[in-house]
């Protein structure tokens, strides 16, 4: 059964860090573009950080709210992906998700069930 599961969100101050991380079991990230995505309350669901393939020559994109406070990263020998998002803001108070597939955008096949990240002033 192909799973994508997220854990590590949570509650935490605004300046505080979290770190969320997207196990994923009955596939590999091998190749694969690997994401991760946010819907806020009442907002539509929106990219955060996306590497374009998990090969070494992936490129690797972020949202123009995120860029010099959230990093992804990936353990492709255990099949899981980070988020490290630091000096964080209510404005990042969503779901997130993880997503694996083709493409960045447009082309994710898996997705995680999401987590939750409150982020309080």
């Known amino acids: 059964e192909v799973q994508l599961v997220e854990s590590g969100g949570g509650l935490v101050q605004a300046g505080g860090s979290l770190r969320l991380?997207?196990?994923?079991s009955g596939f590999t990230f091998d190749g694969k573009a690997i994401g991760w995505f946010r819907q806020a309350p009442g907002k539509e669901?929106?990219?955060?950080?996306?590497?374009?393939?998990?090969?070494?020559d992936g490129s690797t994109y972020y949202a123009d709210s995120v860029k010099g406070r959230f990093t992804i990263s990936s353990d492709n020998a255990k099949n899981t992906m980070y988020l490290q998002m630091n000096s964080l803001k209510p404005e990042d108070t969503a779901v997130?998700?993880?997503a694996a597939g083709r493409f960045c955008f447009g082309g994710m096949e898996y997705w995680g069930?999401?987590?939750?990240?409150?982020v309080s002033s």
């Open 96 to 98: 997130y998700y993880c």
């Open 21 to 24: 991380s997207c196990a994923a």
């Open 45 to 56: 669901r929106k990219g955060v950080s996306c590497i374009s393939s998990s090969s070494s």
């Open 113 to 118: 069930k999401g987590t939750l990240v409150t």
